[in-house]
């Protein structure tokens, strides 16, 4: 449980050691989703109040790390190897990003499919779907099957430090008027 007025003043010691102070500045966002963000635009990194709250010190700490390498990187490096480097540099060890993969254990609805690769929503799915990682394109036969869950705050911890589920690759039903989706049982 990270406290808040901490992780403002990390953020700014980053901020004053990495980067320039004077462009650069820092806050707390209201996102459910990702645990922070690097806006180029306003030169702001941001994290999000609600998940630094639940977080350990480390893994906040691990989200400004992050986000710095963002900044210092560029936006056009996305995650690629420049950004990696940059952020190993800085002492960033998580194999994750924070983007939103790192929450996505938060999600409320949980999916399998016949062959057992589990996906997330925040939202209980409305048209039926398959899984992408069985096959590409929607297949009956690789239908994901949805079921609600109580998130706990020991699993907001344990999503925070979670390595290596995934979280892409549903196919949805193609949205023809002449095929309607099949409910869900
Ligand atoms: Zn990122
Ligand atoms: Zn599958």
Not at 89 to 98: P, S
Not at 132 to 140: I, S
């Amino acid at each position: 449980m990270a406290d808040l007025d901490a992780v403002r003043r990390w953020a700014d010691a980053l901020i004053a050691l990495h980067l320039d102070p004077a462009e650069w500045s820092f806050g707390f966002d209201h996102a459910k989703k990702r645990a922070g963000l690097c806006n180029y635009t306003h030169r702001r990194i941001t994290v999000s109040r609600y998940l630094a709250a639940r977080y350990t010190d480390d893994e906040v700490h691990q989200i400004l790390l992050h986000e710095v390498a963002h900044a210092l990187a560029g936006e056009r490096a996305g995650h690629g190897p420049k950004w990696a480097q940059i952020a190993a540099g800085l002492g960033y060890v998580g194999r994750r990003t924070h983007d939103g993969a790192v929450v996505s254990e938060l999600a409320p609805w949980v999916g399998r499919c016949p062959a057992g690769h589990v996906h997330y929503r925040y939202r209980q799915p409305v048209r039926a779907l398959s899984c992408g990682l069985c096959r590409r394109g929607f297949d009956r036969a690789n239908l994901i099957v949805w079921r609600r869950r109580e998130i706990t705050p020991a699993m907001r911890r344990l999503a925070a430090s979670a390595t290596g589920a995934s979280t892409t690759g549903e196919s949805a039903l193609p949205g023809d008027a002449s095929t309607s989706p099949q409910p869900l049982r």
